[in-house]
């Protein structure tokens, strides 16, 4: 639509890069993650956004930097589909609390189900409280870019 958008970067911290590499499959859950955030933001305002993302497995430098660009629409079609909602802005504190929490859980998920292969560096880690409480430190990454 003729309107304005809203970049934003999902990112995540450089410890959770080789995850992916060794999880391949996580890569197709993440895309649905990110949208989904907004979705709902948008959901809760009353209106449906226009969003289009892309995937990222590597940063400017070419290493390993898994994250996602997504772009929405400020504002979006009413749920009646009669008019525009403008002027709806997703604000950075909202979205990197809900994209943190979300990407914690799914690692937390994958591994109790037992699906989720551990890089070699942490190995030892053989229970689930172990892992909780080794993303439990990760709970305080910045997501820096919201544009």
């Known amino acids: 639509p003729n309107t304005k958008w809203q970049h934003i970067t999902f990112t995540m911290p450089q410890k959770l890069w080789d995850f992916f590499w060794y999880n391949r499959h996580l890569m197709n859950k993440i895309p649905s993650i990110a949208a989904g955030i907004i979705k709902e933001l948008a959901r809760q305002r009353g209106f449906i956004p226009g969003i ?3 995937i990222h497995t590597s940063g400017r430098d070419l ?3 898994f994250h996602i660009h997504l772009s929405t629409t ?4 009413s749920f009646s589909l009669d ?7 997703f604000y950075h504190d909202t979205i990197k609390k809900m994209w943190r929490y979300a990407i914690l859980s799914l690692f937390r998920k994958e591994f109790k189900q037992g699906s989720l292969k551990l890089p070699p560096h942490l190995k030892h880690i053989k229970s689930y409280y172990d892992f909780c409480s080794w993303t439990g430190q990760l709970s305080t990454w910045k997501m820096p870019k919201i544009l």
Do not use: E
């Open 52 to 54: 289009f993302l892309a």
């Open 83 to 89: 008019k525009w909602i403008n002027s709806a802005y």
């Open 74 to 77: 400020v504002g979006g079609l």
């Open 63 to 65: 290493k390993r930097n």
